[in-house]
T-cell receptor
């Protein structure tokens, strides 16, 4: 079992829809949870950063962490064609061990 | 633009050769991380440096090494290259030493080994 599981997609939705992206993980030591957006052949861009459980909202993006279920989500409201990209979840225990990434979900927003 | 710079953007070389990838962190960031991204493995953590000292190792091969210089730029050295080393190599930087959570990634170096 991989430490972080993420459905690779592709996930295709019409413009304006609410998008839900998810990751599950197995390591209970993970305390910090991130979502990155990566356009083709570009570097990952940090979208959301959450410590421990709870929700965090930033504009059209909402990140949720449920540590009891080892499950994290990213919601995108009013999705736009420019949101089409690969979304990577990442997490760390907070020690000097780098980030552990999911494989990424390829999202396509249809105009 | 994350503020992290990497050179070169592309590198094409032959098996058995040695290459050096360079990274400059964001202004003020003391930590530098190196990652490898391949289609089958995804993004994998290789190694971290903090203020010139090695802090953590991930899935880094013995043929690979890194260092961070006094001006905080970092170099990743890849030697005895194999076809399987072809990948995107990213550098990331962060301010915080211990949590290492908010990491900002550079544009990457695409390495092709022929």
């Amino acid at each position: 079992q991989k430490e972080v599981e993420q459905d690779p997609g592709p996930l295709s939705v019409p413009e304006g829809a609410i998008v839900s992206l998810n990751c599950t993980y197995s390591n209970s030591a993970f305390q910090y949870f991130m979502w990155y957006r990566q356009y083709s052949r570009k570097g990952p861009e940090l979208l959301m950063y959450t410590y421990s459980s709870g929700n965090k909202e930033d504009g059209r993006f909402t990140a949720q962490v449920d540590k009891s279920s080892k499950y994290i989500s990213l919601f995108i409201r009013d999705s736009q064609p420019s949101d089409s990209a690969t979304y990577l979840c990442a997490m760390t225990s907070g020690g000097a061990d780098g980030l552990t990434f999911g494989k990424g979900t390829h999202l396509i927003i249809q105009p | 633009d994350s503020g992290v710079t990497q050179t070169p953007k592309h590198l094409i070389t032959a098996t058995g050769q040695r290459v050096t990838l360079r990274c400059s962190p964001r202004s003020g960031d003391l930590s530098v991380y190196w990652y490898q991204q391949s289609l089958d493995q995804g993004l994998q953590f290789l190694i971290q440096y903090y203020n010139g000292e090695e802090r953590a190792k991930g899935n880094i091969l013995e043929r690979f090494s890194a260092q961070q210089f006094p001006d905080l730029h970092s170099e990743l050295n890849l030697s005895s290259l194999e076809l399987g080393d072809s990948a995107l190599y990213f550098c990331a930087s962060s301010v915080v030493k211990s949590s290492g959570a908010e990491q900002f990634f550079g544009p990457g170096t695409r390495l092709t080994v022929l």
